[in-house]
């Protein structure tokens, strides 16, 4: 039935923002319950569109679908199946909600859905194994049960996973740019910057520059137009935090960056994202959109005469370009070439040479909640020098992987056996990587550190922008090092010696120790080139390279001794210091591993024990696992043992 | 070198009567290009160099410090090992190989035959299902060095 009443389609006055929130909360609790699966970038690998298919085909079916505008017109609805961003679990996607009694089914499949359907439709009951399963058995019913969230404290992610990112009056209903219309009544742009400045925020990208004093700066700088930009170039290998809010929860995002440029004065935003993130820009382009069509962007922003419009601009694959001042250069149509030292502030000169403001997707993310709650309720949380949460991807050798948020301050043992559930297959624990190509490994006697920018970097790693690696002892660490520099290498712009050549050099070196070709002064020479490219470079990229391999001499110095003076790999990883090798006691001859092998390396008949023959062998690894688990015949030997025995 | 086809002209009429033509456009300009080209042939680089009073040497430079734009012709399908740090240490490498070998070629090639492009790319950010292989759009988690020829017999079965 209609209310009769019009519809409200945009906020004309910031003081009506209420009103519409109202309305959107009333109206979509006329639905009585929904299925909320996750449409994040990892359960959608996984197959979770095709669960939303069917949940919205079986709906259908019962002839129980409906669209969401006629909620707003005073309809019920008893049921409907809805895609969210990311939950974060992603270990155990596809995931559904089942809301509003939030129950919290994982590894959902298409043939589960008429199951959960009756169960919670018909039934009242719950599809017992679906739900999350604790090591010794139990069952968790709701998300906030499972320790992996229950160790988290949700900040940016709050609504991540819990709201349709593809519609913006879910985001009203649960007090979406209520900062911003606060900000536009109650706030001059200099009380904004000291909500901020009190907050203690600090900017989420990796460096963690105090996010007010940047506004302030910005603000105070001459020069006009000013510009905002949100970065989201994230380039890490293993990082995805970014993404997954743009993903889950674009609004926060919009409405951060409304924020920003209320306070320093900027009319003009843009949005850096990855063009390797197609789903990010879909669903940020649909929530500009949304926000224009409202009013909440653009022009005459709520009736309040503020304008703050954005445009989205796609990096092309550089991950330098995460620099300030060479992403400045990216939008302007150059090569994302870091500007020579010294060099003015971005704040200063930024965007055609104009005062820029640029932070990262979190750091913006998070300012509307300080906004509506207060500087001292952010504070409150985490440690005094780095107040708030952090998030991180957790992957690796980790149980439980995924996105997770943690007060700043928890320590990395609680992260990793606590929220990550501890190393799977009986692994041991080896290291824990963050801050990706920039920072370092931590052994196991630091996993006591309390987590925060200050801690990790006086450790020899870096916060970063969020990644967390965890490695066992079957990672390498001099391999580790290795991948991170290959990776910095690939990625250097080329401007300054000592980061091209410098870390190009290093790279060599790393390769003669993990192909065996180690010599005993490559340690000492390794840590005064790492030192000199850390001095010399001229962008955070080239003084940061070294980091990995420096932290893994530092922490793990006896694993590059064995590399260089026993030819040995510990881990067994590299591949040049080990062989293959078939235990002529195990091996019952038959034949998985020969017929397998691609270069034909085994020779072997029937009751004969195999034997690889190593001027053949390529080293795949195809035997090792085509060799049936009761046998366990075949084996990686490095060092010693493999002298011994060939 | 080959003339531009009528059609390839309209083609990039088409590409540019969506921008003004000025320099901070090139990115997208070549984005776009890609799009619709599938990589940034010669001729049209020279195109949008006019297009937008930069210089061929200038456009060029800028188009190659970029790793998304291509400069020659690709396959129709692109396979991506992603080689991403929770990859990496649970593998990545020995199964890129393994492509190398299945398909003949080197990572970064394409076949002859115009149907598969290899590549390694850094974190597709699924990394609970690494190692990971990204086929065009279609994700394979868990990968082994025994089950790659699925990835690529899918393929197969969907052309025919």
């Given at each position: 039935?209609?209310?009769?009443?019009?519809?409200?389609?945009?906020?004309?006055?910031?003081?009506?923002?209420?009103?519409?929130?109202?309305?959107?909360?009333?109206?979509?609790?006329?639905?009585?319950?929904?299925?909320?699966?996750?449409?994040?970038?990892?359960?959608?690998?996984?197959?979770?569109?095709?669960?939303?298919?069917?949940?919205?085909?079986?709906?259908?079916?019962?002839?129980?679908?409906?669209?969401?505008?006629?909620?707003?017109?005073?309809?019920?609805?008893?049921?409907?199946?809805?895609?969210?961003?990311?939950?974060?679990?992603?270990?155990?996607?596809?995931?559904?909600?089942f809301e509003p009694r939030g129950i919290f089914y994982t590894k959902v499949k298409v043939t589960d859905v008429p199951e959960i359907l009756a169960a919670s439709l018909d039934h009242s009951t719950v599809v017992e194994?679906?739900?999350?399963?604790?090591?010794?058995?139990?069952?968790?019913?709701?998300?906030?049960?499972?320790?992996?969230?229950?160790?988290?404290?949700?900040?940016?992610?709050?609504?991540?996973?819990?709201?349709?990112?593809?519609?913006?009056?879910?985001?009203?209903?649960?007090?979406?740019?209520?900062?911003?219309?606060?900000?536009?009544?109650?706030?001059?742009?200099?009380?904004?910057?000291?909500?901020?400045?009190?907050?203690?925020?600090?900017?989420?990208?990796?460096?963690?520059?105090?996010?007010?004093?940047?506004?302030?700066?910005?603000?105070?700088?001459?020069?006009?137009?000013?510009?905002?930009?949100?970065?989201?170039?994230?380039?890490?290998?293993?990082?995805?935090?970014?993404?997954?809010?743009?993903?889950?929860?674009?609004?926060?995002?919009?409405?951060?960056?409304?924020?920003?440029?209320?306070?320093?004065?900027?009319?003009?935003?843009?949005?850096?994202?990855?063009?390797?993130?197609?789903?990010?820009?879909?669903?940020?382009?649909?929530?500009?959109?949304?926000?224009?069509?409202?009013?909440?962007?653009?022009?005459?922003?709520?009736?309040?005469?503020?304008?703050?419009?954005?445009?989205?601009?796609?990096?092309?694959?550089?991950?330098?370009?995460?620099?300030?001042?060479?992403?400045?250069?990216?939008?302007?149509?150059?090569?994302?070439?870091?500007?020579?030292?010294?060099?003015?502030?971005?704040?200063?000169?930024?965007?055609?040479?104009?005062?820029?403001?640029?932070?990262?997707?979190?750091?913006?993310?998070?300012?509307?909640?300080?906004?509506?709650?207060?500087?001292?309720?952010?504070?409150?949380?985490?440690?005094?020098?780095?107040?708030?949460?952090?998030?991180?991807?957790?992957?690796?050798?980790?149980?439980?992987?995924?996105?997770?948020?943690?007060?700043?301050?928890?320590?990395?043992?609680?992260?990793?056996?606590?929220?990550?559930?501890?190393?799977?297959?009986?692994?041991?624990?080896?290291?824990?990587?963050?801050?990706?190509?920039?920072?370092?490994?931590?052994?196991?006697?630091?996993?006591?550190?309390?987590?925060?920018?200050?801690?990790?970097?006086?450790?020899?790693?870096?916060?970063?922008?969020?990644?967390?690696?965890?490695?066992?002892?079957?990672?390498?660490?001099?391999?580790?090092?290795?991948?991170?520099?290959?990776?910095?290498?690939?990625?250097?712009?080329?401007?300054?010696?000592?980061?091209?050549?410098?870390?190009?050099?290093?790279?060599?070196?790393?390769?003669?120790?993990?192909?065996?070709?180690?010599?005993?002064?490559?340690?000492?020479?390794?840590?005064?080139?790492?030192?000199?490219?850390?001095?010399?470079?001229?962008?955070?990229?080239?003084?940061?390279?070294?980091?990995?391999?420096?932290?893994?001499?530092?922490?793990?110095?006896?694993?590059?001794?064995?590399?260089?003076?026993?030819?040995?790999?510990?881990?067994?990883?590299?591949?040049?210091?080990?062989?293959?090798?078939?235990?002529?006691?195990?091996?019952?001859?038959?034949?998985?591993?020969?017929?397998?092998?691609?270069?034909?390396?085994?020779?072997?008949?029937?009751?004969?024990?195999?034997?690889?023959?190593?001027?053949?062998?390529?080293?795949?690894?195809?035997?090792?696992?085509?060799?049936?688990?009761?046998?366990?015949?075949?084996?990686?030997?490095?060092?010693?043992?493999?002298?011994?025995?060939? | 070198?080959?003339?531009?086809?009528?059609?390839?002209?309209?083609?990039?009429?088409?590409?540019?009567?969506?921008?003004?033509?000025?320099?901070?456009?090139?990115?997208?300009?070549?984005?776009?290009?890609?799009?619709?080209?599938?990589?940034?042939?010669?001729?049209?680089?020279?195109?949008?160099?006019?297009?937008?009073?930069?210089?061929?040497?200038?456009?060029?430079?800028?188009?190659?410090?970029?790793?998304?734009?291509?400069?020659?012709?690709?396959?129709?399908?692109?396979?991506?090992?992603?080689?991403?740090?929770?990859?990496?240490?649970?593998?990545?490498?020995?199964?890129?190989?393994?492509?190398?070998?299945?398909?003949?070629?080197?990572?970064?090639?394409?076949?002859?035959?115009?149907?598969?492009?290899?590549?390694?790319?850094?974190?597709?950010?699924?990394?609970?299902?690494?190692?990971?292989?990204?086929?065009?759009?279609?994700?394979?988690?868990?990968?082994?060095?025994?089950?790659?020829?699925?990835?690529?017999?899918?393929?197969?079965?969907?052309?025919?």
């Open positions: 039935m209609s209310t009769g009443k019009r519809l409200l389609t945009k906020v004309d006055a910031p003081a009506r923002l209420t009103e519409v929130r109202e309305n959107c909360r009333v109206a979509l609790a006329r639905q009585k319950t929904r299925f909320l699966v996750c449409a994040g970038t990892g359960c959608v690998a996984m197959g979770s569109l095709n669960v939303l298919a069917e949940f919205k085909r079986l709906i259908a079916e019962r002839g129980l679908d409906m669209d969401v505008d006629l909620l707003f017109e005073g309809k019920e609805a008893q049921t409907a199946a809805a895609g969210s961003g990311c939950h974060g679990f992603c270990e155990k996607g596809p995931l559904v909600h194994r679906l739900l999350y399963h604790n090591p010794d058995g139990s069952t968790c019913l709701t998300e906030k049960e499972v320790p992996f969230y229950s160790g988290q404290q949700r900040i940016v992610l709050e609504l991540c996973g819990s709201i349709d990112p593809e519609e913006i009056r879910e985001y009203f209903a649960r007090g979406g740019y209520q900062a911003l219309a606060k900000v536009l009544q109650e706030c001059t742009p200099a009380q904004v910057i000291d909500i901020v400045e009190r907050s203690g925020l600090r900017g989420r990208g990796g460096a963690g520059f105090p996010a007010g004093k940047k506004w302030a700066s910005c603000r105070k700088a001459p020069g006009d137009p000013k510009y905002v930009v949100c970065n989201c170039d994230e380039g890490d290998p293993g990082a995805f935090m970014d993404r997954s809010v743009l993903e889950a929860d674009p609004h926060s995002v919009l409405e951060g960056m409304a924020i920003a440029a209320y306070a320093i004065g900027a009319e003009k935003g843009f949005m850096y994202v990855r063009a390797e993130y197609p789903l990010a820009v879909a669903r940020l382009q649909k929530a500009l959109e949304q926000a224009r069509q409202w009013k909440v962007l653009g022009e005459n922003i709520m009736g309040s005469g503020f304008n703050f419009d954005l445009e989205i601009f796609q990096g092309a694959g550089a991950f330098v370009c995460g620099e300030s001042t060479a992403l400045v250069r990216s939008i302007e149509g150059y090569r994302g070439w870091p500007k020579p030292l010294p060099r003015a502030r971005t704040t200063e000169v930024g965007l055609w040479d104009k005062p820029t403001l640029l932070n990262n997707v979190k750091t913006l993310s998070m300012v509307p909640k300080i906004v509506n709650r207060g500087a001292d309720w952010f504070s409150s949380t985490g440690t005094k020098s780095s107040p708030g949460t952090a998030v991180f991807a957790l992957t690796g050798k980790i149980m439980n992987s995924g996105l997770i948020e943690v007060p700043m301050g928890i320590t990395l043992r609680e992260i990793v056996y606590g929220v990550g559930g501890g190393v799977p297959n009986n692994g041991k624990f080896k290291a824990v990587q963050t801050g990706g190509p920039s920072g370092g490994c931590l052994p196991e006697e630091m996993l006591g550190l309390e987590v925060d920018f200050d801690s990790l970097k006086s450790a020899g790693s870096m916060m970063g922008s969020g990644g967390m690696v965890i490695l066992d002892e079957k990672s390498c660490m001099v391999d580790i090092a290795r991948y991170f520099l290959e990776f910095t290498v690939h990625e250097s712009c080329g401007q300054c010696i000592p980061c091209r050549n410098g870390s190009y050099q290093m790279l060599q070196i790393l390769s003669d120790i993990t192909s065996g070709k180690g010599q005993p002064g490559d340690m000492a020479l390794l840590e005064e080139m790492g030192q000199t490219i850390i001095a010399g470079s001229i962008c955070g990229l080239g003084q940061s390279a070294p980091n990995p391999v420096l932290s893994t001499l530092h922490y793990f110095r006896h694993e590059y001794e064995a590399h260089i003076h026993e030819k040995a790999c510990p881990a067994l990883q590299c591949k040049e210091l080990i062989v293959y090798w078939i235990d002529p006691e195990k091996c019952k001859a038959c034949g998985r591993c020969l017929k397998a092998c691609p270069t034909e390396a085994i020779k072997g008949e029937k009751k004969v024990p195999h034997v690889i023959e190593q001027s053949k062998c390529n080293k795949c690894g195809i035997c090792l696992e085509t060799c049936p688990d009761r046998f366990s015949a075949v084996s990686k030997i490095t060092g010693r043992q493999k002298m011994d025995i060939l | 070198m080959p003339m531009l086809l009528e059609t390839d002209e309209q083609k990039i009429e088409h590409v540019f009567s969506r921008f003004k033509g000025v320099r901070e456009e090139i990115i997208p300009i070549l984005q776009t290009v890609q799009d619709v080209f599938g990589y940034l042939p010669e001729d049209v680089l020279k195109e949008v160099a006019r297009f937008t009073s930069v210089s061929e040497s200038r456009v060029y430079g800028t188009a190659t410090f970029y790793t998304q734009f291509y400069f020659t012709r690709r396959g129709r399908h692109n396979v991506k090992v992603c080689c991403g740090t929770a990859c990496h240490v649970k593998g990545a490498a020995p199964i890129l190989e393994a492509f190398e070998r299945e398909l003949g070629i080197s990572c970064g090639g394409t076949t002859e035959d115009f149907k598969y492009n290899l590549e390694r790319v850094a974190c597709v950010g699924s990394c609970a299902l690494a190692p990971v292989v990204v086929v065009d759009d279609k994700v394979f988690g868990l990968m082994d060095v025994k089950n790659i020829k699925e990835c690529l017999t899918v393929e197969e079965g969907e052309q025919q």
